[in-house]
């Protein structure tokens, strides 16, 4: 449970997307199989990160990577909430030169996906380079009380976490108001955003005191 000692381990995948069974890193019998790890991996990487190694391999191996070219690769991606890959962001194997070739497109939805429908026509490499931990879009918002000078301001409205993964850590969050002279005020809000979490959409009410020395508008 959250609060274990044992809720703090991860996992470090060092041959990722290399082989079906990611070079050993997935095994049988006494080892967890990819299918039962990635099952562990949707219920107890939600606070720890999980990631790794981008694996090193030839052309032919990369060839008959049935899960590279699996339509499941991206709900595998949401279910262990995959955070950080290490030689991603280059050209430097068959693996990144794999993905850059592979086109993101409808044919990997599945039930519970974010809408993610913008990178439709990407790479599957910038589909997940954009995607690795937390990625939070604003859905809608809306002014919902508006008020004079020393009261207080409303806004409601909806976060998408569309990453594969959580923000691990609290942090502050602030909004700043800009008034049309430039006037910023900055104000801390009471929100979480470590509960925003991945492919769910969460509803937000903010109420702010609007500072005495706030420019109209």
């Not at 274990?4 to 967890?32: E, F, H, I, Q």
């Not at 569309?162 to 049309?180: D, S």
Request: net charge neutral; charged share 20%; hydrophobic share 30%.
């Amino acid at each position: 449970k959250y609060g274990d000692k044992g809720y703090r381990v991860g996992m470090w995948n060092d041959g990722y997307l290399g082989t079906d069974s990611d070079y050993g890193s997935w095994g049988s019998g006494s080892s967890p199989s990819r299918t039962n790890g990635v099952k562990i991996l949707k219920e107890h990487a939600l606070r720890v990160p999980y990631g790794g190694e981008l694996a090193y391999c030839d052309a032919a191996t990369v060839a008959k990577c049935n899960i590279i070219h699996s339509t499941d690769l991206v709900k595998e991606l949401y279910d262990t909430h995959l955070n950080y890959l290490h030689n991603i962001a280059g050209d430097g194997n068959d693996v990144t030169k794999e993905l850059k070739k592979i086109t993101f497109n409808a044919s990997y939805y599945y039930d519970g996906l974010p809408d993610v429908s913008a990178y439709y026509g990407q790479t599957m490499q910038k589909f997940m380079l954009d995607h690795m931990g937390y990625r939070f879009v604003l859905r809608k918002s809306e002014n919902t009380k508006t008020s004079n000078r020393g009261d207080t301001v409303s806004f409601s409205g909806r976060i998408e976490n569309v990453g594969f993964g959580n923000l691990m850590v609290n942090t502050v969050n602030e909004i700043i108001v800009v008034a049309p002279d430039g006037t910023k005020s900055v104000v801390k809000t009471l929100l979480d955003p470590t509960e925003w979490m991945t492919a769910k959409t969460t509803s937000f009410n903010i109420t702010l005191s609007v500072p005495q020395t706030s420019a109209q508008g």
